[in-house]
């Protein structure tokens, strides 16, 4: 069974840092795609980073410069180090992973960031 487990959520205030971590098990963690994914209240969920299988990061722009994603093969875990956090950086985050035709999802930690 494929299970994703995000933990490091929590209250931040501005300008302050958080690190997710989403630690894969079930699954050739080495060979698939992962991102992070954040949702807001009554708003879309949206991607935030991603990293593949061979290191090539992206990130919407944002978060550029403030966040770095990171992974660790022989932990199969990712990671998400959010600095100078804002608090429209608020939000649900879920960690994603995919290879070929299989997408799984974590179940979500909160990020709340108060001014």
């Known amino acids: 069974q494929v299970q994703l487990v995000e933990s490091g959520g929590g209250l931040v205030q501005a300008g302050g840092s958080l690190r997710l971590s989403c630690a894969v098990s079930g699954f050739i963690f080495s060979l698939s795609h992962m991102a992070w994914h954040r949702q807001a209240p009554g708003k879309q969920r949206e991607l935030v980073a991603g990293?593949?299988?061979?290191?090539?990061?992206n990130y919407t722009a944002s978060v550029k410069d403030r966040f770095t994603i990171s992974r660790d093969n022989a932990k199969n875990t990712v990671y998400l180090e959010m600095n100078s956090l804002k608090p429209e950086d608020t939000a649900v985050y879920y960690c994603h992973m995919w290879l070929l035709n299989r997408n799984y999802w974590g179940q979500g930690t909160q990020v709340t960031v108060s001014s």
């Open positions: 990293i593949t299988s061979g290191g090539s990061t």
